[in-house]
């Protein structure tokens, strides 16, 4: 993966990533299983970076935060929003891969095992990233 990171002159760039989000099934003792669905998401990113001044010296900088929307462009419309932030880790020394991770997901195709239900899902995790 590239990385602007400490580009302040600010070209644009193309990022190829790979995620793989496994929903893990803890609450369930009828299924043995521990995972319900892993989920491969192979993806290529256009950034076009920008840096805004807020109010109190903060600045908003390419992504404290991230949006998704999907629609199927049909009548009877399956669409979704996903919401996500992550933060860097402060509290382990040589943490700059690890970031805490919440994700808000309202819509179709949260996972492929929901391809056809409507789900409305809150996530808190890590995320591995820049390793």
């Known amino acids: 993966m590239t990385s602007a990171a400490g580009d302040e002159a600010g070209s644009d760039s193309v990022w190829v990533g790979y995620t793989q989000q496994s929903y893990w099934q803890f609450f369930n003792s009828r299924i043995s299983r521990p995972f319900r669905t892993t989920d491969h998401e192979p993806e290529v990113v256009y950034l076009y970076p920008h840096m805004i001044d807020l109010p109190g010296g903060w600045k908003y900088r390419l992504s ?13 419309a399956r669409g979704s929003v996903k919401l996500e932030w992550m933060k860097a880790s402060t509290a382990i020394a ?14 179709y ?6 391809y056809n239900r409507r789900r409305n899902v809150l996530s808190v995790g890590l995320s591995l990233v820049d390793w």
Do not use: N
């Open 64 to 76: 404290s935060l991230g949006m998704t929307v999907r629609h199927s462009l049909k009548s009877d």
């Open 94 to 107: 040589d943490s700059a891969a690890l970031r805490y991770h919440v994700q808000l997901f309202s819509g």
């Open 109 to 114: 195709g949260d996972s492929l095992i929901d």
